[in-house]
T-cell receptor, first 113, second 112 residues
Framework: GENVEQHPSTLSVQEGDSAVIKCTYSDSASNYFPWYKQELGKRPQLIIDIRSNVGEKKDQRIAVTLNKTAKHFSLHITETQPEDSAVYFCAASNSGSARQLTFGSGTQLTVLP | ETGVTQTPRHLVMGMTNKKSLKCEQHLGHNAMYWYKQSAKKPLELMFVYNFKEQTENNSVPSRFSPECPNSSHLFLHLHTLQPEDSALYLC???????????FGQGTRLTVV
């Protein structure tokens, strides 16, 4: 089955700096890669996703890149703000269905004011 | 709040107790899931229901028993749990064939 590794487990950045979280996956058939954000005491929520036919996707201060050859994908947050502090989870799916999502172990991002 | 609602938010139970977690979704989705979230570990998929039929059971111990009476409601019945079962239990739903999972806020379970 699919295995998703996520690094780092914790990340602290100064407000205004950029943050990068990286994930690798094992199943070359995976074709859908979402990122979820979970604020303290709240539910995980989808913030951005990318499909295997695209190498990069941006949404304001958030971007995701995908390298299918190396089987890794990354989340980039620019101009970080305190409200970006949360746990971020990457995931991979080989069917484009939520039923097949395999999650990474999460990254606790802290943005220091 | 609309979306996916879980009750209770917090639960403390003894190892000999029987309790149930409840999940309700108001999104018209036809697939529902139970996940276990432990500290510093990946979200673990426990059960998947599609059109009320259980389609996956990822080697979950029998002390966890799911029930899906209709496409909007999902229960997780708990009995004779162990302290290592203490975790955040998240319910999620999706429209089958769509990739985005919508999560509830979870039930924080502590087994004493």
């Amino acid at each position: 089955g699919e295995n998703v590794e996520q690094h780092p487990s914790t990340l602290s950045v100064q407000e205004g700096d950029s943050a990068v979280i990286k994930c690798t996956y094992s199943d070359s058939a995976s074709n859908y890669f979402p990122w979820y954000k979970q604020e303290l005491g709240k539910r995980p929520q989808l913030i951005i996703d990318i499909r295997s036919n695209v190498g990069e996707k941006k949404d304001q201060r958030i971007a995701v890149t995908l390298n299918k050859t190396a089987k890794h994908f990354s989340l980039h947050i620019t101009e970080t703000q305190p409200e970006d502090s949360a746990v971020y989870f990457c995931a991979a799916s080989n069917s484009g269905s939520a039923r097949q999502l395999t999650f990474g172990s999460g990254t606790q991002l802290t943005v220091l004011p | 709040e609309t979306g996916v609602t879980q009750t209770p938010r917090h639960l403390v139970m003894g190892m000999t107790n029987k309790k149930s977690l409840k999940c309700e979704q108001h999104l018209g989705h036809n697939a529902m899931y139970w996940y276990k979230q432990s500290a510093k570990k990946p979200l673990e998929l426990m059960f998947v229901y599609n059109f009320k039929e259980q389609t996956e059971n990822n080697s979950v111990p029998s002390r966890f028993s799911p029930e899906c009476p209709n496409s909007s409601h999902l229960f997780l019945h708990l009995h004779t749990l162990q302290p290592e079962d203490s975790a955040l239990y998240l319910c999620a739903s999706s429209q089958d064939g769509r990739a985005e999972a919508f999560f509830g806020q979870g039930t924080r379970l502590t087994v004493v």
